[in-house]
């Protein structure tokens, strides 16, 4: 196999930075929803991270009784200045000096206005910021946000070193409908204008991509012909380079059913498991076609996938009842048919804590695969 | 020896309650205070209890930047309609029935009022929920909360399950100054008049104190006479009986500092190791002396003390002046010496996981000492 462009590397984030207090390394400043009941936003996110070895300081945009799934849901939102309050006083007592920063959903404009400041206060103050920006919109063809947070996230893609769009979310930031390969690659290349790092966490399988995909990607031949597949793409370019990115990805299949929380845990796995400093050129890895991003993304795919067959698992297991297909007819029928089946999915984070602590390595079979030929002809 | 006061088992918990959803035993509903950064209230009870395979709900009562021994901090109250709001669709949705309850810090009275009508409506639906009520008031006598909390927390009492006041806040809800063994059985039997089970979870060992303990819970023979000693005092009782309680303590070494969060730790890891299944009648139990909460309160004692020593030794290790005891006028001189002593004694219950996740069986030299002839001629 020739490999057409070599993995680049975060040269930024590969040199020898020393931080004011190493104890900031491993610290990640978390932004994002925060629900009493169940896994969403950072109760989806926190426990991996710290279970990993992060500390973690959680900042919550919004404190909700559960999450949206369940039809109904009560709380408060809190206010841009509520936000800035905390933020300031953080800053003022000195306790603002993350080597990591995480947000995800933030509910409106002027919240996001501050996280803005708020990413460009910490990136001018650590040049070596890791800033994973889920860019939070909304999913399947649904908005979860108000429309003019949409040109925000838009301006705010050169903050980030990494986002982790969904297909929907891509769409909608670049304004591009993934309906092939060329705008496929179109889509990719105007967000690698602003950013190095690039995740689209799943892409539905859809008769044009199985066509262009590499042959060692194609599913498994299987007996049934119903299984639907999702796909999985990793991104990386050095920002100011002519050259293209490269780009790697992974086939998982579908896994039916509504979850919740399933894109907030990938994101947390995905920083958690990030480190720029694992360079192929200094044999640090065990194949030349990996990059730190392709790694990180490999492991939080396959333990975001391994918590979902154990939840499903759990879930296939629960009486009839907790157990129902989506079925919206039904569930207006008897309320608390979605109720049970909502509790029945929740993300079984803590019961299978085992599979967020597990050592990571390459090359046990559930790498991403380099895709060969990407961008030839673009 | 003669065992005068057999250890009592809490009946109601013993009994085969079979909840409406197997999921909601393992499910504790957490309502204390939320820091962004650092570990004090839920940061330093709810991953503890999730490394031990707890589902946790948290509602957050304030959110703060971090905690006031920072000596500045900001943010905002949960209110009390926020908090009857959040109760009340957690309640509607149907996802109000967890088999604990834990509750820390809370403002103000109009906020323990909702928690206390709380406490009324899980106990109704489930009379075996397990409550652990920390009864944050205030240590080494200065109030954290205002004077109209406390004859709220007294009239709260009786809805908890087992408390875990410091001896501060048992002279405070009690009126009696603890300074004699008759003044320390007089405040325990007042407590047990509403509740079952009562953790004081630290008392000095002042000479009054040192001269009464049993002669098998002295400390061993130290080189440094200096050592300050604090005791951890574990009582039960059944509700209703004529007979007395049956006493437990252990003496723990002082570690100097100023630590915050140790409170919060202790009484959320009470909680978790609380099985009152656990009866020696059964054979189930090592020792006929022991109690289910003598053993949930060793195993809480040992980890708490395990993660502080480990705190400290990592507090050691940092440069020197990130290591300087408290001295307000060297503080007042240098504003960053407070705030690096404080980072570096922030619990290290992330690095120190390996602690809360460890399998607790009594019989490990760690245990309670059964507390003969406690309440002989009382």
Request: aromatic letters at 8%; charged letters at 20%; hydrophobic letters at 40%.
């Amino acid at each position: 196999m020739v490999i057409k462009s070599m993995p680049e590397t975060n040269q930024a984030n590969g040199t020898n930075f020393e931080p004011a207090d190493d104890r900031d390394n491993d610290r990640i400043l978390s932004v994002q929803s925060h629900v009493a009941y169940g896994y969403v936003g950072g109760k989806a996110a926190v426990f991996p991270l710290q279970c990993m070895g992060y500390d973690v300081d959680v900042v919550n945009t919004v404190n909700f009784s559960n999450h949206t799934g369940y039809g109904r849901f009560g709380g408060t939102k809190t206010s841009a200045e509520e936000l800035t309050a905390i933020f300031k006083m953080m800053d003022e007592v000195g306790l603002l000096s993350p080597g990591r920063l995480l947000t995800g959903y933030i509910p409106n404009a002027a919240a996001l206005g501050v996280v803005k400041e708020l990413a460009q206060k910490l990136k001018t103050r650590n040049p070596h910021l890791i800033y994973l920006m889920d860019t939070v919109l909304g999913d399947s063809g649904t908005l979860y946000v108000s429309q003019d947070v949409i040109p925000m996230y838009k301006e705010m893609l050169s903050l980030a070193t990494i986002i982790t769009p969904n297909w929907f979310e891509v769409e909608t930031l670049t304004g591009v409908p993934i309906l092939s390969l060329s705008a496929l690659r179109n889509a990719l290349s105007i967000l690698h204008e602003r950013v190095q790092h690039v995740v689209i966490s799943s892409i539905p399988l859809q008769p044009w991509l199985s066509d262009v995909i590499p042959e060692t990607m194609q599913p498994a031949a299987s007996t049934d012909d119903q299984q639907a597949y999702l796909l999985c793409i990793s991104s990386s370019r050095t920002i100011g380079s002519s050259s293209h990115s490269t780009v790697h990805s992974r086939l998982v299949p579908l896994i039916p059913g509504y979850f919740s929380g399933v894109g907030d845990l990938f994101s947390a796995l995905t920083l958690g498991h990030f480190n720029p400093s694992l360079r192929p050129s200094e044999g640090k890895l065990h194949s030349a076609t990996q990059t730190p991003l392709s790694l990180a993304v490999a492991a939080a795919l396959h333990k975001t996938y391994s918590i979902l067959e154990f939840t499903n698992t759990f879930a296939a297991q629960l009486p009839p009842g907790d157990r129902e297909t989506t079925d919206d007819e039904c569930d207006a029928a008897e309320p608390t048919r979605k109720l049970k089946r909502m509790r029945g999915r929740e993300l079984r984070l803590v019961q299978g804590q085992h599979i967020l602590r597990e050592e990571w390595r390459e090359g046990q079979g559930k790498d991403l695969q380099f895709w060969d030929g990407f961008w030839d002809s673009f």
